[in-house]
């Protein structure tokens, strides 16, 4: 989209038309907007229908609005669009991250956490610590044992990571897949819903989230591997 077209409303001071344009250039922002914070609210980080995705969006539009200028650079917008999204689901979430810890600190210390998550049972097979994929061991330790996903997130789940459907039909593989998908760190969670919600490849979330590739292709490697318990 030519940026003259977007400084031409801006110059008009039409913001509703900017939106439009904005809305038509990336319409992945908002599928990562909703998937997000649908995802925050199931892991009661944030309460249930209290934000709105397409509010928290008018804030987004509106900030790019005020500080868009006839030399702002499209591949840059666009990754500003998804930075600042994100920024705005964080800042909702109960669970804040420190100023002083910088993302890329955080995704390495993730990767620890990540692996030691996993062993290998007799055949060299991988298997969660702490037995996560036994029903039982969940509920002895209090936690509870209907542990599901939303639909959809589980729908984009399958399709993003290639699972097999059919493994999903009972009961206690969808509570384990809840499982797996709810114990990734914070963080590296973010990462996944940028590439499951926002539809962005390895070197885009790089971009947006300020980090070498390499360390975003590692988390995906890890989360692959965890979901191949299911």
Do not use: C
């Not at 939106?19 to 995802?39: C, D």
């Not at 669009?81 to 909702?92: D, H, P």
């Amino acid at each position: 989209m030519p940026t003259k077209e977007l400084f031409k409303h801006k110059q008009e001071n039409d913001f509703q038309q900017f939106y439009k344009k904005l809305e038509t250039f990336v319409p992945e922002l908002k599928q990562f907007m909703t998937g997000s914070l649908k995802a925050a609210e199931q892991q009661g980080m944030l309460d249930r229908g209290f934000y709105d995705a397409d509010e928290m969006l008018d804030e987004v539009y509106l900030e790019v609005f005020n500080d868009f200028s006839s030399e702002t650079d499209i591949v840059k917008l666009r990754r500003s669009l998804f930075q600042k999204a994100l920024k705005k689901i964080e800042g909702k979430e109960a669970e804040e991250i420190p100023d002083e810890v910088n993302t890329h600190a955080m995704l390495k210390g993730e990767l620890k956490l990540l692996n030691e998550d996993f062993t290998t049972d007799g055949d060299g097979d991988p298997i969660l610590y702490d037995e996560l994929d036994d029903i039982s061991y969940r509920q002895k330790q209090g936690w509870s044992s209907k542990i599901y996903l939303d639909d959809l997130l589980e729908k984009q789940l399958i399709a993003k990571f290639d699972l097999h459907e059919a493994s999903l039909l009972s009961d206690e593989k969808r509570q384990l897949l809840g499982v797996l998908y709810n114990t990734i760190p914070e963080r590296s969670k973010k990462v996944i819903e940028l590439f499951v919600f926002g539809n962005q490849d390895t070197h885009e979330i790089s971009e947006i989230l300020g980090v070498p590739e390499e360390v975003i292709e590692r988390i995906f490697f890890k989360v692959k591997e965890r979901f191949k318990l299911v």
